[in-house]
């Protein structure tokens, strides 16, 4: 099922965190995670003390997910030993209770994401996030994702602000309702191989 647990850690470690896509974490892929997010930032303008900034929160991401999860100790983290580790630290609990590294994550990407830097993102935002990851072919499929994450406050507001973002994302990991609303989070999913 596109919605699952497993498949929405599948999705995070294959489109969020595994860079060069080759099916395990390593250090590599979160330097290249940090020059990524430092360039989408800037709107591809290079900012040294920005690139610094998210290379530590990156690096400390790696360090952590390969403490809680690299179990073997070789350098790796398999898709397995990641899901083991977020069924440990993030299944049932909110995002104060995360690991920090990961709320340093989750923080960083929703500046990925408000293009606009206004604390909101909104539905073109939204939009935009989805069709550079995944595959879409309708607009109005990336628009209900939206409005399937959105509660009242958030139409009132114009979209997800910071701290409602941290809640969904803690839910998309942490919940293993397949119809909570924060399945929908990154856009429509897609049943991972």
């Known amino acids: 099922m596109a919605y699952s647990w497993d498949n929405r850690v599948d999705f995070i470690v294959r489109f969020l965190y595994d860079i060069d896509n080759n099916g395990i ?8 995670m940090a ?37 073997n100790k070789d350098g790796i983290v398999t898709i397995a030993e990641f899901k083991e580790a977020v069924q440990r630290s993030c299944v049932g609990r ?7 590294a990961m709320k340093m994550f989750i923080d960083s990407h929703f500046k990925i994401v408000d293009l606009n ?4 993102i909104a539905a073109d935002e939204f939009r935009y996030n989805c069709v550079t990851r995944i595959p879409v072919d309708n607009v109005n499929i990336l628009d209900e994702a939206y409005q399937n994450l959105l509660n009242d406050d958030d139409r009132r507001r114009g979209g997800l602000t910071l701290s409602r973002y941290q809640e969904l994302y803690a839910q998309f990991l942490g919940n293993p309702d397949e119809n909570c609303p924060a399945v929908h989070l990154f856009g429509p999913l897609h049943a991972m191989d």
């Open 94 to 100: 909110e995002y104060r209770d995360f690991p920090q």
């Open 117 to 120: 830097d206004d604390g909101v």
């Open 25 to 32: 974490l390593e250090k590599h892929d979160f330097e290249c």
């Open 35 to 71: 020059l990524k997010m430092t360039l989408i930032e800037g709107k591809g303008e290079f900012s040294y003390g920005r690139y610094q900034e998210n290379l530590h929160i990156m690096l400390s991401l790696w360090e952590e997910i390969a403490e809680l999860a690299d179990f």
